[in-house]
Nanobody, 124 residues
Framework: QVQVVESGGGLVQEGGSLRLSCTASGGNFDDIIMAWFRQPPGKKREGISAISRSNSIVYADSVKGRFTISRSNAKNTVYLEMNSLKPEDTAMYYC??????????????????WGQGTQVTVSS
């Protein structure tokens, strides 16, 4: 079992930026995939990005070009830099950990360990 804690959410104006952080403990961080999901109000949870230990990366089309994921294996931490934020980016953002060969598909069921979420609100 991997314990996952994310932070960094808040209220930001349209066009602004935020950086989310996620720290994992209790597992072999180098061997797990770290991913970010989000759940807007009234919608299902959506996978937006994931990164492997070797820094292979995938982004959902909805955030590609605006968000950047990175990983520090030494700190057991993954980051999500969010730029050019839009009101439609408003959501609860979740960090997740898993071990799966299909991690690039950003499927929710492939990730077994989840944080509690951090709220991101973008005002217009």
């Amino acid at each position: 079992q991997v314990q996952v804690v994310e932070s960094g959410g808040g209220l930001v104006q349209e066009g602004g930026s935020l950086r989310l952080s996620c720290t994992a403990s209790g597992g072999n961080f180098d061997d797990i995939i770290m991913a970010w999901f989000r759940q807007p109000p009234g919608k299902k949870r959506e996978g937006i990005s994931a990164i492997s230990r070797s820094n292979s990366i995938v982004y959902a089309d909805s955030v590609k070009g605006r968000f950047t994921i990175s990983r520090s294996n030494a700190k057991n931490t993954v980051y999500l830099e969010m730029n050019s934020l839009k009101p439609e980016d408003t959501a609860m953002y979740y960090c997740a950990a898993g071990k799966t060969a299909s991690w690039r598909l950003l499927r929710e069921n492939d990730y077994l360990d989840w944080g509690q979420g951090t709220q991101v609100t973008v005002s217009s």
